[in-house]
Each structure stands twice: as structure tokens, then as C-alpha cells.
């Protein structure tokens, strides 16, 4: 199994970016794959996740109207558009799957199979 995030940069304020989470080794179109994302200093926290055998997504208030989450079967990977970067978005990002639906469930211990390494994004002022 793999999770192999890309896509994290360093960014003005303002700005955009997109993370990707390139998947192996599991039957992606039935898991769930999650974002979250740990700044330092602080507990990490769950983000966003889009339940791909249904679609449905959820969104932390933190990122929601900012980020959008989607996944592309065909390639087992799944994205993270970020608009609207603050530098309070600046964490380390990591990507996750699981078999929990993808409600605020899936954030919790037991919500998670796999996690990827992580990428870094950092937002200046």
C-alpha cells in the first residue's frame, strides 16, 4: 500500500495550490480518502474527505468555501484544490484512506488504514 502526496509549496498569501495523494495497492474506488494537516505546535487535524464509491464529501468549517476536495478513479489519485491560502494554512499536509464513510467519522483513530508521508505548505504574509 501507498499514499504518495505531492504539490506542497511555498505560497503568498492569497494564493492557490493543488496537492495531490497518488494511491497503490488497495481498491481505491472503494475507500475513502482523507486530507489533513498539522501546523506546528498543534494536534492534527482532519480536513476534508470524499468517500469514493459514493462521492459524498465532507469539509472542516476551517476550509470550507476554500479548499475542494475530488478523486479520479481511473488514476487512484485524489486532489486538494486550496484557494484562498492564510498563513494559518500553513501545516504539513498529509493524505489518508480508509473504510469509513466519509463523515466527520472518518477523522477519528479508527477512521484511518493507510497514511501517506506528507507535504509541506507554507503561506507567507
Known amino acids: 500500500v501507498q499514499l504518495v502526496e505531492s504539490g506542497g509549496d511555498l505560497v503568498q498569501a492569497g494564493g492557490s495550490l493543488r496537492l495531490s495523494c497518488a494511491t497503490s495497492g488497495f481498491p481505491f474506488e472503494a475507500y475513502t480518502i482523507g486530507w489533513f494537516r498539522q501546523a506546528p505546535g498543534k494536534e492534527r487535524e482532519g480536513i476534508a474527505c470524499?468517500?469514493?464509491?459514493?462521492?459524498?464529501?465532507y469539509y472542516a468549517d476551517s476550509v470550507k468555501g476554500r479548499f475542494t476536495i475530488a478523486s479520479d478513479i481511473a488514476k487512484s489519485t485524489t486532489y486538494l484544490q486550496m484557494s484562498g491560502l492564510q498563513p494559518e494554512d500553513t501545516a504539513v499536509y498529509y493524505c489518508a484512506a480508509g473504510r469509513e464513510t466519509a463523515t466527520l467519522a472518518f477523522f477519528d483513530s479508527y477512521g484511518v488504514d493507510h497514511w501517506g508521508q506528507g507535504t509541506r505548505v507554507t503561506v507567507s504574509s
Open positions: 470524499v468517500g469514493n464509491s459514493d462521492g459524498d464529501k
